[in-house]
């Protein structure tokens, strides 16, 4: 955003599916937030995966999508967290955190116990958010990136379940 212009008000935020006319604005904040994005065919593709869960963080006008998350639900109680990402405009608005208490919150009411994923060893940002939020670190992966050749870390959070009652 240019020096002067309002910042987008995250109060305003609603979380959605995300739909095949999403790829596109997705699509943009993958290009911008990971170094080997994926293409919008992949995007399709999963929207299709029974045990895939992609949410958007858009903009209650519908104007635009200020972040999305994505995961699967594994039948053994477990989650992975396959993407998380903001858009520029909307970073350091904790718009991140809230996509993630929604991951969490939604795996738990579906059964899910555990919570994983992998990061780039140099990813120090993601790496910092994460640990903030509790994620441990199972194992390192080397040469987990094809793209790069660099290690990853596996990390995990426990997903404390719904009370009941």
Not at 25 to 48: D, G, K, N, Q
Not at 64 to 93: C, E, M, N, Q, T
């Amino acid at each position: 955003m240019a020096r002067g212009s309002p910042r987008p008000d995250d109060s305003t935020l609603v979380f959605d599916a995300m739909h095949r006319r999403d790829v596109p604005a997705v699509s943009a904040i993958e290009r911008v937030s990971f170094p080997t994005p994926f293409p919008p065919r992949v995007y399709r593709a999963v929207l299709a995966d029974p045990a895939a869960r992609w949410r958007v963080a858009r903009c209650a006008d519908r104007s635009s999508i200020a972040g999305y998350v994505g995961w699967f639900l594994a039948p053994d109680a477990r989650a992975h967290l396959a993407k998380i990402a903001v858009a520029p405009a909307w970073r350091r608005r904790h718009v991140g955190d809230r996509l993630l208490r929604h991951t969490l919150d939604t795996a738990a009411h579906e059964g899910a116990e555990l919570l994983t994923l992998e990061v780039r060893v140099t990813n120090t940002p993601a790496l910092a958010f994460y640990r903030k939020w509790g994620f441990a670190e199972l194992y390192r992966s080397p040469a987990h990136y094809p793209d790069t050749g660099e290690d990853g870390l596996i990390l995990a959070h426990t997903i404390i379940p719904p009370r009941s009652g």
